[in-house]
């Protein structure tokens, strides 16, 4: 493998819900607020959100005793209504996000480029987090 070939890491979780509801409370700052975390001890207290090609994002993450937070921002490079979403964050790397439904159940797929950082384990499980997090928050509001 080249030195210069970015590494991808794929997570994906199954949701309840039709893709009308999936789409709506991954995409409004009001519901992002609420599940974008991914561990009980973090929490999302800003959310903007201009879902439109060129568009940008912006989740305010804080540790919710004070010791740390960052901005996640990006901005959109594809948006599909209950399809496919694809951004590129404020450091470089790609994320596509796809959403295939049957019925009453969405499977959402995504994919994003590693970071140099921290290791592939450890990124492929926070992402999942975040994932399985809002699995678990829309199926408890769609009930």
Do not use: C
């Not at 010791?67 to 990006?74: E, I, L, M």
Request: net charge negative; hydrophobic share 35%.
């Amino acid at each position: 493998m080249q030195q210069d070939e970015k590494k991808t890491i794929k997570v994906d979780v199954s949701v309840k819900a039709s893709v009308e509801v999936v789409w709506k409370k991954w995409t409004s700052p009001e519901d992002i607020m609420k599940w974008n975390n991914a561990s009980p001890d973090w929490y999302t207290p800003k959310a903007e959100n201009q879902l439109s090609v060129g568009g940008k994002f912006l989740y305010r993450m804080e540790a919710k005793d004070g010791s740390f937070g960052f901005d996640f921002t990006g901005r959109y490079d594809q948006v599909t209504v209950n399809r496919n979403i694809a951004y590129t964050i404020a450091d470089g790397r790609s994320v596509n996000i796809d959403f295939d439904t049957d019925g009453e159940v969405t499977m959402i797929s995504e994919t994003f480029e590693a970071e140099s950082l921290h290791s592939i384990e450890m990124q492929r499980a926070g992402w999942q987090s975040i994932l399985d997090n809002f699995k678990k928050y829309v199926e408890l509001q769609n009930h």
